[in-house]
């Protein structure tokens, strides 16, 4: 098939193909028996394939062509097809196993990391499960999916995919109007637009729309719910709440190259080179990587972190937040922080707290809260209150947008500062005029006080070391761990 009879097909169906040029197209599909299965696949003809004739086979399909012809052309009587053109649709359709969960209703196009499907890989109606990574698919009306591992799911018909576990965004053109994602809590229905649906192993579907309207309806309920840009909601127990946008929680698109870019450049195996020498730093206080096995008190998800089948602690509502008791005992002239971050949403109403001791008061000088304030900047205060409110506005503003960002922040007591680096980047230096040693012990990730330091995003490798890094040692432990290329 040629680029321009799949150019005549796709302005058919969009709608602006000329009249003068019916003809010539009509002529193309009844010579050309590749025009005729991309026509059929844009319009989805293997939805009524599956009606009409259920799992004949092609030999079936032969001897009853005539029978075959009448109910194609029946079906398609918009096209003006003749019998015989009708009837060869259908079985060029059919052709090359002759079952008609057989067609093809999505195809790889781009994975990061992903081993049970490959590049090029042509997706039917059977179920997938993807235990790490990301893949990119296009369906047949050329609707762009981007599912997250852990997932399980399958396609119904090029317009309808069932999710029963795992988080996709999507980007549906007009020729796709209705792609419909189906969970085990309710549906979303797409009416022209892009949007992400996260549907947790345990617990309730949820509804993000970036750009454009989906209808939301929970499974149970009468009622649908029209959901636009920058909307937002949970599907549980038969009704749609409202919830905050979680843009930044789905990978998209745009991003896929980059981590695919970053597995096959070896990044992966940098980073654990990287993770294993800080390991035997004789300064390391903690390292939170989450693959060790180790339970970590809280309330919080474990999800996917920046490498395929890796993991990342993940804190969606208020209240989540995870416990921790490191580097108490002594005090610590020096300290440096540091996390991968994929934050939800930057700035807004609340702090979202990254590292919080639990204490705050004058018998307990050196307590350290690290957080990004309401700009959007880090920021790093150590009891009695250094001067760091200040000079936030002045520190690096993290951006925003859906993709893992290194934040650290180095503070040194002798020289009576903070450090704070964006993506290995500095950033600017806070004088302090007061420098107490920084104190640790019992500590909180995440919504410190529940609901004056709300957190939402995922921490990936939190790094407590008590030395002052350098700008040169910053920059290498951003570019051992970056995921991207």
């Known amino acids: 098939m040629t680029d321009s ?106 994975d990061a990391g992903v081993e049970e499907l490959s590049n090029g890989a042509m997706l039917k109606g059977e179920t997938h499960s993807l235990k790490g990574g990301s893949v990119e698919l296009i369906t047949s009306r050329g609707a762009r999916i981007v599912i997250e591992a852990p997932a399980e799911f399958r396609f119904e018909s090029a317009q309808r995919l069932r999710m029963m576990s795992g988080r996709l965004s999507a980007e549906v053109p007009p020729a796709a109007k209705g792609f ?11 009416l022209g637009t892009r949007f992400g649906v996260d549907v947790p192993s345990n617990g ?9 309207e989906v209808i939301a309806k929970a499974l149970g309920d009468t009622n649908k719910q029209s959901l636009r840009g920058g909307d937002a909601v949970t599907m549980d127990g038969g009704a749609s709440m409202a919830r905050e946008l979680r843009s930044s929680a789905f990978i998209q698109a745009d991003e896929m190259s980059g981590l695919s870019a970053g597995l096959s450049a070896g990044q992966r195996a940098r980073s654990e080179a990287a993770l294993g020498a800080l390991k035997s730093d004789p ?51 020096q300290l440096t922080l540091a996390a991968w971050v994929r934050l939800d949403r930057v700035g807004g109403e609340r702090l979202q707290s990254l ?35 200040a000079t936030e506005a002045a520190t690096p503003a993290l951006p925003d947008q859906g993709r893992w960002t290194h934040l650290v922040s180095v503070f040194d007591a002798e020289k009576r500062s903070v450090r704070h680096y964006l993506n290995g980047v500095f950033g600017i230096e806070v004088p302090q005029p007061e420098a107490q040693p920084a104190l640790l012990g019992p500590a909180q990730i995440g919504n ?4 004056d330091r709300k957190l939402s995003g995922r921490i990936d490798e939190m790094l407590l070391l008590g030395r002052a890094m350098s700008d040169a040692d910053v920059r290498a432990l951003f570019e051992a761990g970056n995921p991207y290329r």
């Open 5 to 110: 009879e799949r150019q005549l097909v796709d302005l058919y169906l969009d709608g602006v193909l000329p009249k003068s040029e019916h003809a010539l197209l009509f002529q193309r599909l009844e010579t050309d028996p590749e025009a005729l299965v991309y026509l059929a696949l844009r319009t989805q003809l293997n939805v009524d394939l599956r009606r009409s004739f259920k799992r004949r086979r092609l030999q079936q399909m032969a001897v009853a062509a005539a029978a075959t012809s009448t109910v194609c052309q029946t079906r398609f009587h918009w096209l003006s097809w003749r019998p015989l053109a009708a009837a060869a649709a259908c079985a060029a359709l059919l052709v090359g196993g002759g079952l008609w969960w057989q067609i093809m209703l999505a195809t790889v196009v781009n």
């Open 180 to 190: 419909t994602v189906v969970t085990p809590s309710g549906d979303a229905v797409d």
């Open 204 to 212: 309730a579907a949820e509804v993000h729309v970036f750009q454009g």
């Open 283 to 333: 300064a390391l206080i903690a390292l939170l990587d989450f693959e060790s096995g180790e339970a970590h008190p809280g309330v919080f998800r474990t999800v996917q972190g920046r490498w395929p089948g890796s993991h990342a602690a993940e804190f969606v509502k208020v209240g989540d937040h995870l416990k921790l008791d490191v580097g108490g005992g002594r005090a610590w002239p």
């Open 355 to 389: 590292l919080h001791t639990d204490g705050w008061k004058r018998n307990e000088p050196g307590m350290i809260h690290w957080q990004v304030s309401k700009l959007g900047t880090m920021w790093l205060m150590i009891f009695p209150g250094l001067k760091g409110n």
């Open 448 to 451: 410190w006080d529940q609901y």
